[in-house]
């Protein structure tokens, strides 16, 4: 006989209760019981507690089957159809059909029971718990019929729902999509049912289930997959931080315009979530004090050279005021015409700004003090060995603890920048924290640009700036171990400098929830018309490492960030060097609007007219336009190349073109109305032009300062390609200079040029 009661019949989702009591009772019975997952009858409870349609169910336990018991005939009279699948329950089976744990068998009541008795037998090494039945749901058997759907906590973002190809194939099938289409996740700051929706088309298999194929209507409503997004949602926003790690139906079946969970897996956790406190945002003003302080104090100054000395000559040379700069050092009156103090208890009021340059151990005895002495509103803390090693643990919780009794203070207390990073270098706020000489990285002096840039790495942040120099961004934060300001804390600040239009981001790891913080910053950003680029480091699938699941195999960490942050209108780079060139060429190109995806290039190469020609995403190569073309016949009629140069775009001009022609080949294709996006290539080995400087390649006439005027008179978007070696490279740090994005190949160009025609478009 059954000793636990069956569910109540399927019903469509829309319209029943969300009964989140109920699937906390479910939950909170597998955690007396001691176990880190749900029995399958569980978690059939849970979601039919939440209003996900469910097939009829009964659970036979192991003791009953042992004693002779099973099946009666009112316990299978209710299912619907004449078959029945069985199942082993078992916590140590995740994947139950390829141990022979699932069959289907007729609906008869001797034929079950003799069923069940057999699997327990045959699986008895796994420790079942009994066996499950169930009705047999007649669904659509193609791709578009079995999806994937999962509830999942990650500690950067919290509650997640994912949405995929499902099945027993469901990973093979996730690898065989483009890179994007195979995963749909919504994260659950996500409540507008259009937002949602639009979050779900970007999964291959979910546009294949409700969109019309070849004639055919669609198997699914979108209102349908939508609901049962926003119930499990629900329940993540509900569950306690880290209680429910993962609630995976896998397949959830398409069965006459409604989805209906076959098999769901539940692992719990401890309930001691990261992000069980929630987090007080840190102070508007303090952060705006951190970029742009109107005091400063520096303790670690050395009257030799230190890190503490190179902040601080870095930070006068940024145009700080000596006479604003404190220096904690005793047995000194001044050093390079700042004053300085003993100790805290001199300082001559409250600064704006401390910046700690000690080791992590006189850290950790220091900010305490100045945090409970309210003696600054902003602190940077460059040491490492605070959070990043084993015997810093306890210096990171006394200043940790020390901020969150701050934080219970009517005026919160001081923000922390660090520890363990290089700092800021802050053009409003007219300082650098970043201590490498002016020798080795060049200070603030190339042209102000629109670029904010957020790092964890400061190795990284000032790698960028070498490979960017001559362009001089607004701001360059490197937070290091966030200790106590976030990435999310610091973006969702500048979102609102309307001075900065371009923000470069580098993650290795969210602090916790942070990834909401950041989500919301760049929506904002995109909405005021700017662009987040983001580099997430350390792509291993951890989450896949040792998971039973499918959707943590699927979509690791790394590839959650990327995907939402997709969905967010961020622009995610693949590679550091796709990095660079995104931020360059959206730096360069600011003011210069792009109209649409036609190209027109130029080149004396027949190589990179193929590369050219191959077009990555969805870039068109221009049909010239009748006047374009006719104006381009008489300039190589005058210069001597007809018979020899035939037009079309890509433009081949031969080895055999001078730097007047090459410009002025350039210059009639950039003002075609049918041209959009421009490239000029240069492959600079030929004699007729000057690229060298021992040909004065920068001298008047030289295809150079040609290009640079063409740059200053024209507005159309357009980039430059110089492909060879470094004998060539003061070649294309010239045209850098003058403000063209130079790239070194063609196909490089291409990517990028992509990308940003896609800037400002629906995502």
Known sequence: MSVASPSQALEPSA??????????????????????????????????????????????PLGSLQAGGGIEP?????????????????????????????????????????????????????????????AFVEHDPSIAGELLVALRWTADFGPIVA????????????????????????????????????ALRAAAVVRLATEPQRGRPPVLPMAALVDVVERLLALGRASVPGELLELEVNPMAVAHDRLVALDVLARLGDGEGSAAA???????????????????????????????????????????????????????????????????????????LLI????????????????????????????????????????????????????????????????????????????????????????????????????????????????????????????GNQTDLTVGDHLEHLATDEAIRVFGVYVEGFAALDGLRFLSAARAIRARGGTVVLYRAGRTAAGARASASHTAAIAGDALVTTTLAREAGVLVAETLEDFDDLLGALIRLDGRPVRGRRVGAVTNAGFECVAIADVPGSLEVATLDPATTGRLETIIRDHGLAGVVDVHNPFDLTPMADDATYVEIAEAILASPSVDLGLVGNVPFTQTIRTLPAEDFAGDGSVASRLIELWRRTTKPWVAVVDAGPRYDPLAHHLEAAGIPVFRTADAAMRTLAVVAGVGEPR
């Open 278 to 352: 929630p987090r007080r945002s840190p102070s508007r003003t303090r952060i705006d004090r951190l970029l742009r302080p109107g005091s400063i104090a520096i303790v670690g100054v050395s009257s030799g050279q230190n890190i503490g000395r190179t902040i601080l000559r870095n930070t006068l040379r940024d145009g700080f005021e000596p006479g604003a700069i404190t220096i904690i050092k005793p047995g000194a009156a001044e050093i390079d015409g700042c004053r300085c103090v003993p100790d805290l208890g001199s300082l001559p009021g409250k600064v704006d």
């Open 356 to 479: 700690v340059a000690v080791s992590a151990a006189a850290a950790a005895e220091l900010i305490p003090d100045v945090i409970e002495r309210d003696l600054a509103e902003s602190i940077i803390v460059i040491p490492g060995g605070l959070d990043e090693t084993a015997g810093g643990a306890g210096h990171a919780r006394r200043i940790r603890d020390a901020l969150a009794r701050a934080r219970e203070r009517p005026d919160g207390g001081p923000v922390l920048n660090g520890g363990n990073c290089m700092g800021i270098r802050s053009r409003p706020g007219r300082y650098d924290t970043l201590f490498v000489p002016e020798a080795k990285l060049a200070g603030p002096g190339g042209r102000p640009v629109a670029l904010g840039i957020v790092a964890q790495s400061g190795a990284f942040a000032i790698s960028r700036l070498s490979r960017l120099e001559g362009l001089d961004p607004r701001y360059v934060i490197t937070v």
């Open 15 to 60: 319209g029943r209760l969300v009964d989140l009591d109920r699937a906390r009772r479910a939950l909170a019975a597998a955690r007396r019981a001691g176990r880190s997952s749900l029995l399958e009858p569980e978690g059939l409870e849970l979601l039919d507690a939440i209003g996900v349609g469910v097939p009829e169910w009964v659970f036979v």
């Open 163 to 198: 949405v995929g190809a499902g099945g027993v194939h469901a990973e093979r099938l996730a690898g065989s999509f483009r890179p994007g289409a195979a995963l749909a996740l919504v994260p659950s700051d996500v409540t507008d049912a259009g937002e949602i929706e639009a």
């Open 74 to 134: 009112r316990d299978i009279a209710w299912m619907h159809g004449d078959r029945v699948v069985i199942k082993v329950v078992a916590e140590a089976i995740a994947h139950k059909s390829e141990l022979g744990g699932v069959i289907v068998v007729p609906r008869d009541v001797s034929t079950v029971t003799a069923s069940m008795r057999d699997m327990v037998d045959r699986l008895a090494a796994v420790g079942p718990a009994g066996c499950l039945a169930t």
